[in-house]
């Protein structure tokens, strides 16, 4: 009795083990049928429009009236570092830029998950934005990032018109951060489900006004003072937008000739009136969570905006954040990497002028430079140093035995 017992248990767990194989290997050959189905058929162009649009990504980058640039911040290890969407008016002249917190999760929609597993079988349904470079490994630059602003338009429920690509040392050479509180409306869920007059209308959650405060990230003095030089020149504009996209890091999926396209509109704006702003949502502990509905009206709002900025924005509730550091008072070293006779010298001459301490000039011996490099000991150091060259690399480093900034010079600065 006892062993036809034993006999019986080992069969039903036999069973069971024979079944749950069963079913794991179902489920594994469906997923690579499917999977490899879905790839010939976007191979063979078979797919339909809206699984096509994942395809054509890549060919979608516009000039628009009012044109919308999501413009990544990437550092060494393809880590995306900061998020801002640019959006330039040509109507009214208007720049509102909107700071996306990268530490963002956002669950992608079944359909398009759907489609982006036959891009990359890898990619997770629940993505952080920082990341978004990283789960596109495989691919090249142009197409991660173009696969990456197609996930943004779906949380933010807005068209993106082109995106760029900027390195970090680049960032925190022409940016800078600023807490700020950004004023919306928060859109509460069946808002506009019922007409306003309808007797449910009552009976319907109603928007009201919200706050968030985070760092906003906004133009530093030092690039405001670059823009400004350039003024209302057609042929500098023109000189420096082709100049910004043959640095090093820097691209983008719109060709510099529609870039161009905007010239008219960059030369009658005024810096002085950017406006800059944080994306509606929360923070929880040091996870941002995007309120999607809200953003989409905010963002909405700011393209509607009919008026030309006459005035600054408001800063009542703008905390400044870390300051960057004088250079004032600090030891400078210059080097002259161009190779042309006296150029450290006239430099040194112009900082001390201008009240700074260079108490040594000396030669680099390696390559020759064509851009000026800035290497401060510290974070948030050299900004100010920014105006006295053309567009020079600011980066921390290490600096000689008791300076606390090196400034090798490169040849542009010689003209």
Same mark, same amino acid.
């Given at each position: 009795?006892?062993?036809n ?10 069973k ?9 290997a ?5 997923y ?13 162009g ?8 994942? @395809? ?7 000039t ?25 008016n ?8 909107v700071? *996306? ?21 890898? *990619? ?20 991660? =990032? ?6 943004m ?17 680049? =960032?925190?050479?022409?940016? &800078? ?16 489900? &019922? ?27 030092? =690039? ?21 996209y ?14 161009i ?28 969570q ?5 953003a989409?009206?905010? *963002? ?8 030309? =900025? ?10 400044p954040?870390?300051? &960057?550091?004088?250079s004032?008072?600090?030891k *400078? ?8 006779s ?23 011996t ?22 006295y ?8 480093? @290490? ?17």
């Open positions: 009795m006892k062993k017992a034993v006999m019986f248990f080992l069969k039903s767990l036999l069971s083990i024979l079944v749950i194989v069963s079913i794991l179902v489920g594994a050959i469906s690579k049928v499917s999977y490899e189905y879905l790839s010939k058929q976007l191979e063979a078979k797919l339909d429009v809206q699984e096509k649009e994942l @395809e054509t990504i890549l060919d979608q980058a516009k628009d009236e009012i044109s919308k640039n999501l413009i990544y911040i990437v550092d060494d290890k393809q880590r995306i570092t900061h998020m801002l969407l640019e959006i330039c040509t109507k009214t002249y208007n720049m509102d830029y700071t *996306i917190p990268v530490e963002t999760d956002y669950t992608i929609p079944a359909r398009m998950y759907q489609k982006l597993c036959v891009v990359d079988e890898e *990619i997770p349904q629940i993505v952080r934005l920082s990341k978004l470079r990283k789960y596109f490994a495989d691919l090249e630059d142009t197409q991660a =990032y173009g696969y990456a602003e197609l996930i338009e779906k949380l933010l429920k807005t068209d993106i018109s082109y995106f760029t690509v900027i390195p970090q040392d680049i =960032y925190d050479l022409h940016y &800078q951060e600023q807490k700020m509180t950004t004023q919306y409306t928060k859109v509460m869920s069946g808002t506009s489900q &019922q007409p306003a007059t309808s007797p449910e209308a009552s009976a319907t959650p109603q928007n009201y006004s919200a706050s968030v405060t985070m760092k906003v990230s906004m133009l530093s003095e030092s =690039y405001i003072n670059q823009l400004n030089d350039l003024g209302d020149d057609e042929a500098k504009i023109m000189a420096y937008i082709k100049e910004q043959k640095q090093d890091g820097v691209q983008s999926n719109l060709t510099v000739y529609n870039k396209g905007y010239i008219e509109a960059y030369m009658k704006m005024n810096t002085s009136l950017y406006h800059y702003w944080g994306l509606p949502g929360e923070y929880n502990g040091k996870l941002f995007v309120d999607t509905d809200s989409a009206k905010f *963002i909405k709002k700011l393209e509607n905006v009919a008026e030309t =900025y006459t005035e600054p924005q408001s800063e009542e509730k703008a905390v954040a870390k300051k &960057q550091i004088s004032t008072g600090k *400078i070293m210059i080097l002259n990497g161009s190779k042309i006296g150029l450290a010298a006239s430099k040194q001459t112009e900082l001390v002028n201008a009240g700074f301490t260079v108490p040594k000039v000396g030669d680099y390696q390559e020759v430079l064509t851009r000026t490099r800035i290497i401060v000991s510290k974070r948030r150091m050299g900004a100010d140093l920014t105006a060259f053309k567009n020079p690399e600011l980066v921390v480093g @290490e600096t000689p035995n008791g300076y606390d900034i090196e400034i090798i010079l490169g040849t542009v600065d010689a003209n």
